[in-house]
């Protein structure tokens, strides 16, 4: 791998570095050598990840080289002798920021799923610093292995089944931990992410989630999501360190409303009313037990943390606090006081600075009591406790003056009386309360309005540096202004894209000349609305493959929809490319986005059309590249709701902040960069790698305006044209996609569809191949591939951090290169003899691969030629005679994709369906009754019989012996 030397620091990089990757690197190491913050932007496709991880880690090899040589000299400026050096590395603290004055540090690098840090992961394992000490901070939803615990849907619930099994020395998961943590399966030369913990875990039966803990010890570097770094009540949960080390935040387009997010609460009176009601239940219970009863213990383990008089001083608080808040006076559009007034509030409660962490540590033993005292989900499980205990935490994540203070300047306290038409969602005990109260139910939200709260306790730990870096912050000075903390490094990379890969037009009007602008007043003109899709119904005609258009918000789509069907727009669209329209419930979004990329590769049809909302799923984390994606409609501006309280108060606060602060933003000018930055980001859907093209339709008159141009993206700007007649843009959109068609590079191979390419489904621990999932302890079979990916392409410089290069080949040569169309796939005898190979390794080179599916497919077409020529009468009767003489019984494929590949080839599209249902359905309820049935249904043909007996590797563990009776006592007619 080619070194380079950057600000004197050696940097291995897997391949030899664009212009754009050298300057992301150099900003990134001075950000480290000065100990400052830097801001990075630099387009997706750029490699950022990839620099990112290899600068970091370059020069983090190197100072600690410096430390222990330091150590070795005893060179230390504030220690006599070594062991007084020692001791300070040891320890990792230091007060100056002086680079040699301070001990060890660690890099925590941050972003805001786990998928999205298990691909950084990945990144890592691919490149030339897999050998550094690497650990991943989850939760016990994707870490706990406990058969009991696992199983409970509710995380706080899980939570504090968890630590009363710990406390009490229960888990044997856990107890194990001291013991296995140094097995070389854990602290061996493999970086180990989620995935990998979960596996080693089961292995060694020892907690991954306690495992990782461990891990973290020694680790040089630290991935873990948001909340884990920017939440305080989640950062001294996982024992996050920030001292002297290094804070990255990837993807920080969101950190500023995670910021603000992790530092504000909502409560509603219905809350206190079930808290109450909890807290009464569990005197109940005590009042009704006998005295010999009262001292029993909870699970037989764990005494109860509490009394009697706890308990009545308890229900005593929460009622004042109740009455507190029925007496705040409202105002129609509700009440809003400063931020100090949440303690005045609490005050009335007899909740103060001397006393909250008594409350907390009550309630939460409380919460501990109900979670595991009964295994019935319809008993209480302390969810009004929990509200109140988020409360305070927030309220009293600090108690100094300085901190409270602070509070004022940055947070509101807003009052409402809550909007039951609005309102569909009740829970529980608060529903019942809801509906029996006399008075309307009233809402607290205690808001925080400055992302510089929460980046102020990062820096008050003494963070050495702060690098936050993502695809899409521009503009960079507003945000900034709005961090609130010192930044001495920044950088807007351009993209490595040419001018020929990538067409951007601001169309101001429809083809009839309408003007096409979605603000408020117009957009429920019917002469806009149909304007608007007969403009997306051109731009179909001439647009390839992928077509993506995102709408405003929600109601603005189905608005649009509803028109464009009943003016026959709609079929237009669909006729030319089949539209898929982006759900709200996300447990229907997996089965849409895979028809849609299933149309994208059907080569009968001419792409698909998929109709998204900005800040939806669809525009961020997705990768819709090459033909996936070849344009993107921007039909409007996303504007925040501009009367919603919370928005209003916002704007409120930058305007009183400007008055004695001008470089702060104003209110309007952050209510139009919230918009902008949600189209920066669908924009970056389309152009991923340097071979990528596409085209960028900004479709309303107003993106002409200067203000709104500069906020947009540094690498778009240059790009941006504005279309003067309707005809004459279609016609050059036309010739741009005609001349890029012909001119760059087609891409090798389809892109992985996004559930595919990542993989492992971290939130359910199933694997999740061609939209049907399977449980995660088989993934093995696909991740091994993973390791060759950059040394089969030693001068690519495309990185794909969504999934292994070798898994990416065998997925296209295995599910999709030599997938037949569906009348041709129902024949029993072609696809036996397109499976030949299944059981062959999957670590082959794509040479190999293209010819095999070349070979597979002749051999099929000839064995179907054969099939006419000689046996025109008697088919089936001639198999069975042939099948009988081979008297050799078929054997599932072990690969994973291609035994999902044989079950989609052999049974008909409805079927298909159903059984993907019921994976589905067994994977949330565990019911093998029922599954069984379904299974038995769609392979009762005695040729399926072998598929059937290959499903045993995927049901649960304690399903495993009775399924494996049910296959020995079939009778194989």
């Not at 941050?110 to 650990?135: D, F, G, I, P, W």
């Not at 994973?896 to 079927?911: C, G, H, Y």
């Amino acid at each position: 791998m080619p070194e380079i030397m950057i600000l004197g620091i050696p940097v291995t990089f897997p391949f030899e570095p664009y212009d754009v990757q050298k300057a992301y690197m150099e900003r990134v190491i001075e950000s480290l050598q000065n100990n400052t913050n830097a801001v990075l932007e630099s387009p997706t496709g750029t490699g950022k990840t990839l620099s990112l991880l290899c600068s970091s880690l370059a020069w983090l090899l190197v100072k600690k080289a410096q430390l222990q040589m330091n150590a070795q000299l005893g060179n230390f400026s504030d220690h006599s002798g070594a062991s007084g050096l020692r001791d300070t590395l040891k320890a990792g603290a230091g007060k100056s920021k002086d680079n040699t004055s301070w001990g060890m540090p660690k890099i925590i690098y941050s972003s805001r799923t786990h998928s999205q840090l298990t691909q950084a992961m990945q990144e890592l394992k691919r490149s030339s610093y897999k050998h550094v000490k690497a650990t991943v901070l989850g939760s016990r939803d994707q870490m706990c292995i406990h058969p009991e615990v696992s199983k409970e849907t509710n995380n706080m619930n899980k939570v504090h089944m968890c630590q009363l099994r710990v406390k009490s020395r229960t888990c044997h998961f856990f107890n194990n931990v001291e013991s296995k943590k140094d097995d070389r399966s854990v602290k061996g030369d493999e970086i180990l992410d989620i995935e990998d913990l979960v596996t080693v875990g089961k292995k060694l039966k020892c907690c991954p989630y306690y495992l990782s803990k461990e891990l973290k010890q020694d680790a040089d570097i630290i991935f873990m999501p948001y909340n884990y770094l920017l939440d305080p009540k989640s950062r001294k949960a996982n024992g996050v360190e920030l001292m002297n080390n290094i804070i990255i935040l990837d993807e920080a387009h969101n950190v500023e409303k995670m910021c603000e997010e992790s530092a504000s609460l909502q409560i509603r009176t219905t809350d206190v009313a079930l808290c109450i009601d909890e807290i009464t239940h569990v005197m109940r219970s005590f009042s009704e037990a006998s005295d010999e009863q009262i001292d029993m213990t909870v699970d037989n383990s764990q005494p109860k943390d509490f009394t009697c008089d706890d308990l009545c001083v308890l229900k005593e608080m929460m009622l004042a606090l109740e009455k507190a808040i029925d007496e705040i006076t409202i105002g129609k559009e509700g009440s809003t006081y400063p931020g100090g007034f949440i303690f005045e509030l609490l005050s009335k409660a007899e909740i103060r600075d001397h006393n909250q962490m008594s409350v907390i540590t009550l309630i939460e033993n409380l919460i501990q009591y109900l979670s595991t005292a009964s295994a019935s989900p319809f008993q209480r499980k302390g969810v009004g406790l929990q509200k109140i205990v988020d409360l305070l935490n927030v309220v009293f994540s600090g108690t100094t003056h300085s901190y409270k203070e602070r509070v004022k300047l940055c947070y509101k306290v807003h009052i409402q009386i809550e909007d039951k038409k609005n309102n569909k969602k009740t829970e529980g005990w608060g529903a019942l309360k809801a509906s029996n109260s006399k008075s309307a139910e009233r809402v607290l939200s205690y808001w925080c309005f400055s992302p510089g709260f929460g980046m102020k306790q990062l820096l008050d730990q003494n963070v050495r540096s702060i690098i936050l870096t993502s695809g899409t912050l521009a503009p960079l000075k507003p945000l900034i202004s709005e961090l609130g903390i010192p930044v001495g490094v920044r950088l807007e990379n351009p993209h490595i894209v040419k001018s020929n890969q990538i067409c951007v037009k601001i169309i101001g009007q429809g083809p009839d000349g309408t003007q096409l602008n979605s603000n408020y007043q117009n957009r429920d003109n019917p002469k806009y609305i149909s304007a608007l899709g007969r403009t997306i119904l051109s731009f179909s005609r001439v647009v390839p493959d992928g077509l993506l258009v995102f709408f405003p918000s929600y109601p603005i789509m189905t608005k649009c929809q509803e028109m464009w069907q009943s003016e026959g727009i709609w079929s237009g669209i669909n006729n030319i490319k089949p539209i898929f329209v982006e759900p709200q419930r996300k447990d229907t979004f997996n089965a849409i986005i895979t028809d849609y990329y299933s149309k994208i590769s059907d080569p009968s049809t001419k792409g698909a059309c998929f109709m998204a909302v900005c800040r939806g799923k669809v525009s961020e984390g997705l990768d819709f590249a090459d033909m996936n994606g070849r344009a993107v409609i921007i039909t409007g501006l996303p504007f925040p709701p501009l009367k919603d309280p919370r928005i209003v108060l916002k704007k409120k606060y930058l305007e009183e902040l400007r008055v004695n602060q001008k470089e702060f933003l104003s209110g309007d000018e952050w209510y139009s960069l919230e918009a902008t930055r949600a189209v920066n980001q669908a924009i970056g859907r389309v152009i991923r790698h340097k071979n990528d093209y596409g085209a960028i339709l900004l479709c309303d008159t107003r993106f002409n305006s200067p203000k709104l141009k500069s906020q947009l993206s540094a690498w778009l700007r240059d790009y941006i044209k504005v279309s003067n007649k309707f005809g004459e843009t279609v016609s050059e959109v036309c010739r741009f996609f005609k001349t890029a068609g012909s001119t760059l590079p087609s891409p090798k191979l389809k892109p992985l569809l996004p559930h595919e390419s990542n993989i492992i489904s971290k939130d359910s621990g199933f694997v999740n191949i061609s939209g049907v999932s399977f449980p995660a302890t088989n993934s093995r079979v696909v991740k091994s591939s993973g390791k060759k990916s950059l040394s089969q392409y030693p001068n690519s410089n495309e990185v794909y951090a969504d999934f292994s290069m070798d898994f990416y080949k065998n997925a296209q040569s295995s599910a999709y290169v030599n997938e037949f169309k569906p009348k041709e796939t129902k024949d029993l005898f072609s696809a036996i003899n397109t499976n030949n190979d299944t059981n062959k390794s999957t670590s082959q080179s794509l040479v190999t691969i293209h010819k095999r599916n070349a070979e597979d497919v002749s051999v099929s077409m000839a064995a179907k030629k054969k099939k006419l020529k000689i046996k025109p009468f008697g088919f089936e009767e001639n198999l069975k005679k042939e099948e009988s003489e081979m008297k050799v019984e078929k054997v599932a494929p072990t690969s994973l994709i291609d035994f999902v590949k044989e079950i989609k080839v052999l049974l008909q599209a409805e079927q298909y369906k159903e059984f993907q249902l019921a994976i589905s359905a067994y994977k949330k309820e565990g019911n093998y009754p029922k599954f069984l049935k379904v299974l038995t249904d769609l392979f009762e043909n005695n040729k399926m019989i072998y598929l059937l007996k290959g499903m045993k590797r995927f049901l649960k563990e304690e399903h495993k012996a009775t399924f494996q009776e049910y296959c020995d006592n079939i009778n194989l007619i």
